[in-house]
């Protein structure tokens, strides 16, 4: 079951707006079975099932139907798809969902050779493991990397003042005052980012932002977990055996998900911050095109 739970892992969290219910959730779907994660931001559910399972399930929702479960598995996968990619698709498929107790009813109707077809998912609460493999850890590790990414930021931001800088010192003047910039202090803007934007940038509301602007990233945290776990099991390295999720999904990858993941860029960490207190610093070397466009800003 390796491929279907690290396949799991590399797909993205879809928004699903189901009744009265706002949920996220991924899905991965193979010939072997399905793998099925869901969460309303308390709880987080969980369903997995081999081949044989989803053979035993169709015999009992759907008497009229005669199929493979490689039929059936391919039939689900038509479904949920569009669901979780957010495509139209009218009078294709219903979807619903109840909770029993502690466990989260997942039921979807349609047409299979024209007969009616039902399919329930039972998903049962996942364990901390999995919580944290698929929810802690990749956050933690998008945290990490967008902190990264402002800090390179803010030293491109101080070298851009050294440009300025340099201009200024050469005699040139800015043609329009409005382009005119105070010199970017990193300490002074995240304060205000901490007073003013915080607030706003951190509602996580339904789930529906998390979704929208951060899945490529997402993805990219998650495939390098899987990498980084690859390597360690290369080389035999006994931690990374025993922190393995009862799940096995430490297990070397087979397989990559169906779609290729987009990978959100690297965030190399910036060697060190310009200063003004370390010596002559050195003046960063413009292109041709380059001081063209900016002469152009100064008379």
Not at 75 to 88: G, N, Q, S
Not at 182 to 203: D, G, H, R, T, Y
Not at 217 to 241: C, I, N
Request: with cysteine; net charge negative; hydrophobic share 35%.
């Amino acid at each position: 079951m390796e491929e279907l739970e690290q396949g799991l892992l590399m797909q993205p969290w879809a928004w699903l707006q189901l009744a009265e219910n706002s949920l996220l959730a991924k899905a991965y779907i193979t010939k072997q079975g399905y793998a099925l994660l869901v969460s309303d931001l308390q709880e987080v559910w969980h369903e997995q099932v081999d081949a044989s399972v989803v053979s035993q399930r169709a015999k009992e929702l759907n008497k009229r139907l005669t199929a493979p479960p490689e039929a059936f598995l391919c039939h689900l996968d038509e479904l949920l798809r569009p669901l979780l990619k957010d495509i139209v698709c009218p009078g294709k498929a219903t979807f619903s969902c109840e909770r029993v107790a502690e466990a989260l009813i997942l039921q979807v109707r349609s047409e299979l050779s024209g007969l009616p077809f039902c399919w329930t998912f039972h998903c049962i609460l996942a364990s901390p493991s999995l919580v944290s493999q698929h929810l802690i850890r990749p956050l933690m590790g998008m945290s990490l990397a967008l902190q990264c990414q402002v800090k390179e930021l803010a030293t491109l931001l101080c070298m851009k003042d050294l440009e300025i800088q340099d201009y200024q010192e050469s005699g040139a003047t800015l043609s329009r005052d409005r382009l005119k910039t105070e010199p970017f202090e990193e300490n002074s803007f995240l304060e205000q980012f901490m007073v003013e934007k915080l607030p706003e940038a951190c509602s996580v509301g339904d789930g529906r932002p998390f979704v929208t602007n951060l899945q490529n990233l997402y993805m990219a945290v998650t495939r390098q977990e899987v990498q980084v776990r690859q390597k360690h099991q290369d080389a035999g390295d006994p931690q990374t055996s025993s922190s393995a999720s009862a799940q096995g999904t430490d297990n070397q990858l087979l397989n990559q998900p169906e779609e290729p993941v987009s990978s959100a860029p690297s965030l190399p960490v910036p060697d060190k911050e310009p200063t003004g207190t370390s010596g002559p610093v050195k003046r960063p070397q413009l292109s041709k095109v380059k001081r063209k466009k900016l002469r152009g800003l100064f008379s």
